[in-house]
């Protein structure tokens, strides 16, 4: 009582710290800051240099901070939860005031640490009053049913042990490595659900495909197919069994993320020989936080990894088996994951053989490739029937031609030493050459290691090869605009690898043992930095604010409630909508299921394909919407003629019209000539978005609601 009664006078006492917000103007007057202050009710301004100004913020509801995140006029913030628009957890704190006492800060703390003492003291006494107990000592009827139950559940789990090491007898992995792995399946499961808001729009893609299929459509013959089959087909397949809800695609992608945790960790074992190197990378691994829809990436490349460091060690016709299955899988997901697998793995299997057994080296990779292609017949045969291979890769080329073209980087990113490393320019820039130069340093370590004949394990040498061809082509591919969210996705190649190369200095020891102790130092401080760079690009103190857990037991587990809560909705019931365009059309999605049949469809002309998903209706023509997503440009003709067989019955210009208008002229004619405008719907911090209705469509009635025509 006495620990509770200090903790609870301590406002009382010295009063309270309020928490403060910094923003980052983006060159704006004097005049204009002021007004934006007023706007944003923030009082005490105090300039902290480099446009930073710090406030204590007097209305924090969450409409006004999303304001003041989203507000064309600030750069940057912190004290506010960038994803759920709350103060963060850790704000900075103004000195406390209103107490009866003016002491220093550290007086507050020593009465808080005072209090926690008294606490612990009175746990460990309460503990020891309830095992002297009489119903407790041993013997009691209470104390022996619990022995009973706890030896009950002892034999039950050394039995699970047992059975588990029976069936794994063939593969060599210590028992300390699959736990660590069982762990970390758990973890990144629970991490994952504890920091869910809800899909970005780019998630919307394939589960708009999926949608798609699930109305009847057929891909390749009934839309283009950019190259990720398998990702639409499995969302559609498990929408099917268990409905519409977040829960039935986050089960999918955060299912994924935790086997590649798991992969991740069982490779990276035996490339470094340490298990605490191994969870390390795998924890950084995590913390860098992929988006949802980049699942298939963590698991395709860490189970890539896990085959090709057992297939350098016996190249049996068995594991090769087992690798082209991994390549066949990881090309139906998205077809550059297989060929960048396979051409890793085929660099795998001609350094295992070595000079000597070149003839071996290329037998087995005929093999590879052999049974890659079959294990990718049934696909083949259904690309030929509705489209034919020619034009499905001709379209896959000319979109990811057009992406690479829209988002390649302009320049390189650099390192400014005069602004501090936490920016989101700097942490970028320390990542790209990290992962490049660790691929770059574990190149010339193997060369030289091969030239002296120096493997710790069989097959070393061939698996390095392999990652290391495998890390470039994927560095090379993914990382272009923008770094913050492209950096993530090569995460996998790289952290085995750094496994390898942190093994190579901290497991056993060099003949110079003063070069070994600065390598570690070295590695010691680039780990320390790069962590610090994640923590910047991943926002990881955000995704910390979001689980709650700083806030005590209770809040999160009302926050796991609340993610539970969201996960059981359906995408058009999410009450977070993934984007300010489709929060600002929710009154458009009712106005659909009241007036229009779920057989209508929509045009949508922005990057915006999480309309589709929400309001529940099919994508006219033969690409989602018109933006990223669209692989026909140069084949606009095509699409013309499936609008006009197939018209939809509204056209959404969301986003950037005039962008749409240069690049799709055909298609943009067909619109102007067949639609007309019936709304326009404004979009706070960015365009309007005009709704156009087929002029030859007769309304039946008008919409209470809206005032616009009921169709239905």
């Keep these: 009582m006495a620990s509770a009664a200090g903790l609870a006078s301590l406002p009382i006492i010295f009063g309270s710290s309020l928490p403060q917000v910094h923003i980052q103007w983006r060159d704006v007057s004097q005049s204009q800051r002021i007004a934006l202050e007023r706007r944003f009710a923030l009082t005490e301004a105090t300039d902290l240099g480099n446009d930073v100004w710090s406030y204590v913020p007097t209305d924090t509801s969450r409409e006004r901070l999303l304001a003041i995140v989203t507000d064309a006029a600030v750069a940057d913030t912190n004290g506010i939860n960038r994803r759920t628009f709350r103060i963060s957890d850790t704000p900075p704190l103004t000195a406390r005031r209103g107490g009866l006492l003016e002491a220093p800060p550290w007086m507050t703390g020593a009465t808080r640490l005072l209090a926690y003492v008294m606490a612990l003291m009175s746990a460990v006494f309460f503990?020891?009053?309830?095992?002297?107990?009489?119903?407790?000592?041993?013997?009691?009827?209470?104390?022996?049913?619990m022995d009973a139950r706890m030896e009950a559940a002892t034999r039950t789990s050394l039995a699970l042990l047992v059975m588990l090491r029976a069936r794994r007898r063939h593969v060599d992995i210590p028992d300390s490595v699959v736990a660590a792995a069982v762990a970390l399946f758990g973890v990144t499961l629970a991490w994952r659900f504890l920091t869910f808001t809800g899909f970005t729009n780019d998630h919307y893609v394939h589960l708009a495909?999926?949608?798609?299929?699930?109305?009847?459509?057929?891909?390749?013959?009934?839309?283009?197919d950019?190259?990720?089959?398998?990702?639409?087909?499995?969302?559609?397949a498990a929408w099917r069994l268990t409905g519409d809800t977040l829960a039935t695609e986050w089960s999918i992608a955060a299912g994924w993320f935790a086997l590649g945790a798991a992969c991740t960790v069982v490779a990276a074992y035996r490339l470094s020989a340490s298990l605490s190197l191994a969870v390390i990378v795998t924890i950084v691994e995590g913390l860098i936080y992929p988006r949802t829809y980049s699942y298939p990436k963590v698991l395709a490349y860490g189970a890539a990894s896990w085959a090709m460091v057992a297939l350098a060690g016996q190249p049996s016709r068995r594991r090769i088996v087992i690798m082209s299955a991994v390549v066949a899988i990881a090309f139906l997901f998205r077809h550059d994951h297989g060929l960048f697998i396979g051409i890793g793995a085929a660099v795998c299997l001609f350094v295992a053989g070595g000079a000597k057994d070149w003839r071996g080296s290329v037998r087995r990779t005929a093999v590879l490739t052999a049974t890659t292609a079959a294990l990718l017949l049934p696909w083949t045969a259904f690309v030929v029937l509705n489209g034919g291979l020619f034009a499905y890769f001709q379209g896959g080329i000319e979109y990811s031609r057009a992406e690479a073209d829209a988002?390649?980087?302009a320049s390189l990113p650099t390192l400014h030493l005069a602004s501090p490393l936490s920016t989101i320019a700097n942490a970028e820039a320390w990542l790209f050459w990290l992962f490049w130069g660790l691929v770059a340093l574990c190149g010339v370590i193997l060369f030289a290691r091969v030239l002296q004949g120096r493997e710790r394990w069989t097959g070393e040498s061939a698996a390095v090869a392999g990652l290391v061809t495998l890390a470039a082509l994927v560095n090379a591919s993914f990382l272009r605009e923008t770094l913050q969210v492209r950096l993530p996705d090569a995460i996998v190649p790289v952290a085995v690898l750094g496994a390898w190369a942190l093994g190579l200095c901290w497991i056993g020891r060099w003949r110079v043992r003063a070069l070994q102790l600065a390598v570690q130092l070295a590695t010691v401080v680039v780990l320390t930095v790069s962590l610090a760079a994640i923590s910047r690009i991943a926002d990881l103190p955000g995704l910390y604010d979001e689980?709650?857990?700083?806030?005590?037991?209770?809040?999160?587990?009302e926050h796991a409630r609340d993610v539970s809560h969201l996960l059981g909705s359906r995408h058009r019931d999410n009450l977070s909508p993934p984007s300010r365009v489709s929060r600002a059309l929710m009154p458009f999605v009712a106005y659909l299921d009241r007036c229009t049949a779920a057989s209508d469809r929509l045009?949508?002309?922005?990057?915006f394909?999480?309309?589709?998903?929400?309001?529940?209706?099919?994508?006219?023509?033969?690409?989602?919407?018109f933006g990223s997503w669209y692989a026909s440009e140069t084949h606009q003709d095509r699409t013309v003629q499936r609008l006009q067989a197939r018209p939809p019955l509204f056209v959404l210009h969301a986003g950037d019209y005039a962008g749409f208008r240069g690049r799709f002229?055909?298609?943009?004619?067909?619109?102007?000539?067949?639609?007309?405008?019936?709304?326009?719907?404004?979009?706070?911090?960015?365009?309007?978005?005009r709704i156009l209705a087929h002029r030859s469509r007769t309304p039946t009635r008008t919409d209470p609601q809206t005032g616009w025509g009921c169709y239905r």
């Design 609 to 625: 394909p999480e309309l589709l998903v929400i309001a529940g209706r099919g994508f006219a023509g033969d690409g989602v919407v």
């Design 603 to 607: 045009l949508v002309t922005g990057e």
């Design 127 to 145: 503990m020891c009053a309830t095992l002297a107990l009489p119903i407790l000592r041993p013997g009691s009827p209470v104390r022996r049913s």
């Design 226 to 236: 950019s190259g990720w089959p398998l990702m639409y087909l499995l969302s559609a």
């Design 407 to 409: 988002t390649a980087l």
């Design 665 to 689: 002229g055909l298609v943009d004619a067909f619109v102007s000539g067949a639609y007309e405008a019936i709304a326009e719907l404004p979009v706070e911090g960015t365009n309007s978005v």
């Design 547 to 557: 689980t709650d857990i700083g806030r005590g037991f209770t809040r999160a587990s």
């Design 209 to 224: 495909l999926a949608q798609q299929m699930l109305m009847g459509e057929r891909p390749i013959r009934d839309f283009a």
